[in-house]
């Protein structure tokens, strides 16, 4: 095998190590959709690990809590230029969220994240990122209703960057709309 092949099989066995524990049991799953630079509109797929048991900072009525979201995304661009005009991209994210101990019928949660992606192609419209593997950097806010707090709501901004590994790195930002369910 060549360098790029053990790379990228490595990488992949990475990957698997890290998201069967989350595969193999789901806590949950989000839907994405929002847009960014370039006209390029993202639609994501997330399976949600259950929550992890550690939390952080227990004193007083709000805590940090965690899990993990294996995440499948298509990204869309209006291109007329004879451009690529559409990828597909993997990620892995822990999400850590600040979020009150109990909840009544509303939850409020502020969020961030820090994960890799792996994108099909390495340019989609007039964006170039030099190399497929990028990071991604998260943060937002939103609530969790319902029964058990099942229900999930909120808005996110992310960024996605191979973190100058390798020219060109255009990044991308995307504001999304997320709606998620957790099993009970």
Known sequence: MGSTTTRVVLGLLGFL??????????GGVGLNAGGGEDSIDLYRLDLLSPQWQQ??????????????????????????????????????????R??????????????AGLGVHLLSHTSVD???????????????????????SRFEAGYRYQHISNAS????????????IRLAYWLP
């Open 17 to 26: 190590i890290v998201v069967l524990p989350a595969a193999a049991s789901p």
């Open 55 to 96: 939390s952080w900072f227990d004193e007083g009525k709000w805590h940090w809590r965690g899990h993990w979201e294996l995440g499948l995304a298509h990204w869309d661009g209006d291109t007329s230029q004879g451009k690529r005009e559409s990828l597909s991209d993997w990620s892995v994210t822990p999400v850590i």
């Open 98 to 111: 600040l979020q009150p101990k109990s909840g009544g019928r509303w939850m409020p949660y502020f969020e």
């Open 126 to 148: 007039r964006r170039s990122f030099g190399t497929a593997f990028q990071f991604g950097t998260l943060i937002g806010a939103g609530f969790r209703c319902g029964r058990d």
């Open 165 to 176: 590994i390798k020219s060109p790195n255009d990044g991308m930002d995307f504001h999304m």
